[in-house]
């Protein structure tokens, strides 16, 4: 993955869960329960809210809290008029104070009898009721009682909204399906156990506005974002289908494609070269909405394999115009990245002018930037051949070095310490250890180094100590 600069290779922008016999599994839970919807017409009125608080005592600005006995007793007596009264009462109470509610999100049985009473539901008054006040509780959802809702089947009901004839539904039913599986990867694996992904890429596909087609678009994001949980044959199987969507006309929505495709990217490599996804996200950087998302994309995609050297190498060369925009550091990290595999390819441009051109922007830039100018200048001493590190170094170079130990970033802080030690050598083969000591300030280096050593991460604190050791006896 591309790099990061708080993760060793993850610039872009989770729980295993067993997918074995998912459905059998379901059917048989479901089976053993029984839906407790009874059909009741009353006519009295239901008193819905229980203050909690000695009102006398101290003034609440906090909505009355709704008791879960009188949550059970309107949602389980399947009396529609009462069951939307109370849900637009949760609606109003979550927006006025979330922990007036925390009690029904956080209990196991009235979230089980929201998720039936939703899967159930047939009017669309009752639906659009129902997906308000549940886009509000869910987030407040402990594990268990989130389990708990979505044990009733709440995919198969996304599934058939979201072939409802009212767009209005449909596009709740999508915003709760972006809040279901932000908040759980048990929801994310029920969704893709039941295909309710392959239903949004229609969605998004036949969209007739440009707002269905993004909303459409961000739920797969947020259904794939946590792909660590997810079993590899149930992405797989949409890759092609998720690259189709690239072609829709709406770039807020290609973004949301383009995130997931760089998020997935180290498990369907080939798949993407096969797509020619390379080609896309290089043409996509004529499009200024799609650039920051392409360039990641592009150094999520770099491979150890002769067959795309060329195609890799032809990435690095479009980045090149980037590294003095907005997208300086995307840039200069993918660079970065596909010099690793690419390096004999590019080598031409890796000139001592260019190496100066790049310390001047690290030199004049942000701290990010000027991180990830640390990062791929490293990067360029680790992989070039050792006979050409002399004549692209320079005391302003080393300089960027030692003040990236103190980022506090282990991966650039590592990349740092190997660098300047590749350079030491180079100098002292070449020149003599008088002409590699010359380059350094030797007090400097080692009181960071000093302090990296007690740093909390032990890689840091086993190089530190290596390399402060390898200075010392250079000194003496």
């Known amino acids: 993955m591309i790099r990061s600069v708080s993760q060793s290779k993850n610039l872009s922008k989770e729980a295993l869960f067993s997918f074995t016999n998912y459905q059998n599994d379901f059917q048989t839970q479901r089976n053993s329960r029984t839906l407790s919807l009874r059909r009741q017409n009353r006519d009295q009125p239901i008193s819905l809210f229980k203050v909690v608080a000695d009102q006398k005592s101290r003034v609440s600005l906090e909505a009355p809290k709704i008791e879960t006995s009188d949550f ?14 109370l849900s637009d009462a949760i609606f109003k109470a979550a927006q006025a104070a979330p922990r007036s509610i925390q009690n029904i999100a956080q209990s196991r049985e009235t979230m089980e009898s929201y998720g039936y009473a939703f899967v159930s539901a047939e ?38 909204l979201l072939l409802s004839e009212n767009e209005y539904i449909i596009l709740k039913t999508i915003n709760l399906i972006i809040t279901t599986s932000q908040v759980s990867a048990y929801c994310r694996d029920s969704i893709l156990s039941f295909g309710v992904h392959e239903t949004l890429i229609s969605v998004a596909e036949n969209a007739k506005n440009e707002f269905l087609a993004v909303l459409a678009c961000e739920a797969l994001d947020a259904i794939f974002k946590h792909h660590e949980s997810i079993d590899c044959d149930k992405y797989e199987s949409c890759v092609d289908s998720l690259i189709r969507l690239t072609q829709i006309p709406y770039p807020e929505a290609v973004n949301s494609i383009l995130s997931i495709l760089s998020s997935l990217s180290k498990h369907i490599i080939y798949q993407l070269f096969d797509n020619s996804i390379d080609q896309i996200a290089l043409n996509f950087l004529q499009t200024p909405e799609l650039v920051e998302n392409s360039i990641i994309l592009l150094g999520n995609m770099y491979i150890s394999n002769m067959k795309y050297s060329k195609r890799l190498a032809n990435a690095f060369i479009a980045m090149i115009s980037f590294i003095q925009s907005e997208y300086a550091a995307y840039a200069l990290c993918t660079m970065a990245n596909l010099y690793e595999i690419v390096s ?21 830039s942000s701290c990010e930037v000027k991180k990830m100018v640390a990062y791929f200048l490293s990067t360029l001493v680790l992989f070039m051949p050792s006979s050409l590190i002399t004549s692209i170094t320079f005391s ?13 970033i282990a991966n650039i802080i590592l ?19 008088p002409e590699a000591l010359q380059i350094i300030d030797s007090n400097e280096i080692l009181d960071i180094l000093d302090r990296l050593i007690s740093d909390d991460q032990q890689l840091v604190s086993v190089y530190a100590s290596a390399m402060s050791q390898k200075i010392t006896k250079l000194i003496r």
């Open 72 to 85: 059970l007793e309107v949602f389980n007596s399947g009396d529609e008029v009462k069951i939307i009264q």
């Open 123 to 160: 009017s669309d008054n009752l639906i659009m009721s129902l997906l308000n006040s549940i886009l509000v509780v869910f987030p407040l959802c402990d594990i268990e009682s989130a389990d708990a809702f979505i044990d009733t089947e709440i995919s198969l009901k996304y599934y058939s």
């Open 344 to 364: 004999a390819d590019v080598q031409s441009y890796i000139t001592p002018e260019f190496i100066r051109f790049i310390v001047d922007i690290g030199t004049t």
């Open 396 to 408: 302003e170079l080393i300089e960027i070095f030692v003040e990236m130990l103190g980022c506090g």
């Open 415 to 433: 990349r740092c310490i190997q660098a300047i030690d590749k350079i030491l050598d180079s100098l002292r083969n070449s020149k003599g250890i």
